[in-house]
Nanobody, 124 residues
Framework: QLQASGGGLVQAGGSLRLSCAAS????????MGWFRQAPGKEREFVGG???????YSTNAAKGRFTVSRDNAKVTVYLQMNSLKPEDTAVYYC????????????????????WGQGTQVTVSS
């Protein structure tokens, strides 16, 4: 069970930090990913962090989005900087088994658990 929070309305160039709190299961040994979905578009990968602590992201996200985790707090974070209007979407956190290989972690289908999503709106 994952609960995403921290979304909201922010002006272009601003920052937000999303949180994903886990409960009911030990997610510390899971790979955790962040995805987003804008209206009319497919869900796309944003960034993630392996159970080892190694992060993985797309080239588009590098330099602006950073994923981190606090296993003691059972929480994963997505720090988003220099936000743009095209970053507007519902953001979801998700968990995939530690056995998944890195190349598969960029696709939604390998994630077994999903949070409910949090809306991020970036105004121009």
């Amino acid at each position: 069970q994952l609960q995403a929070s921290g979304g909201g309305l922010v002006q272009a160039g601003g920052s937000l930090r999303l949180s994903c709190a886990a409960s009911g299961r030990t997610f510390s040994d899971y790979n955790m990913g962040w995805f987003r979905q804008a209206p009319g578009k497919e869900r796309e990968f944003v960034g993630g962090i392996r159970w080892t602590g190694i992060t993985y992201s797309t080239n588009a996200a590098k330099g602006r989005f950073t994923v981190s985790r606090d296993n003691a707090k059972v929480t994963v974070y997505l720090q988003m900087n220099s936000l743009k209007p095209e970053d507007t979407a519902v953001y979801y956190c998700a968990a995939a088994s530690e056995t998944k290989i890195l190349s598969s972690l960029f696709t939604p289908g390998v994630y077994a658990y999903w949070g409910q999503g949090t809306q991020v709106t970036v105004s121009s």
